[in-house]
């Protein structure tokens, strides 16, 4: 299995700028698509971006594109998630999961398509 462990998040101005990470167990992390998605309160899960397996390619939605950039480190065994312009509808709890793809497929899209999870980090936007 992979474990994910996230940190970074934190309180950040409206406008501002958050890096969060997420740290992952094991000797096969470069073998999965990475993801972060991310739920605020009352809201559903909704997917932020992911990154392939070899850190080639990135997707990000619509909501955030322009603003966040998704890198990876399979050295360190990390996934980064850099925020910019951030506004308080960012405000949220913070999840990095790993798929196994293929990427081709699309399964980075959807949360179903990831088999392992962290346990969050809290980031709020304050206004």
């Known amino acids: 299995q992979v474990q994910l462990v996230e940190s970074g998040g934190g309180l950040v101005q409206a406008g501002g700028s958050l890096r969060l990470s997420c740290a992952a167990s094991g000797r096969t992390f470069s073998s999965y698509d990475m993801g972060w998605f991310r739920q605020a309160p009352g809201k559903e899960r909704q997917v932020v971006g992911a990154?392939?397996?070899?850190?080639?390619?990135?997707y990000y939605a619509d909501s955030v594109k322009g603003r966040v950039n998704i890198s990876r480190d399979n050295a360190k065994k990390t996934v980064y998630l850099k925020m910019n312009s951030m506004k308080p509808e960012d405000t949220a709890v913070y999840y990095c999961?790993?798929?196994?793809?293929?990427?081709?497929?699309?399964?980075?899209?959807?949360?179903?398509?990831?088999?392992?999870w962290g346990q969050g980090t809290q980031v709020t936007v304050s206004s």
């Open positions: 990154i392939s397996r070899s850190g080639v390619t990135t």
């Open positions: 999961a790993a798929s196994p793809g293929p990427w081709y497929s699309g399964t980075y899209r959807v949360d179903n398509g990831y088999d392992y």
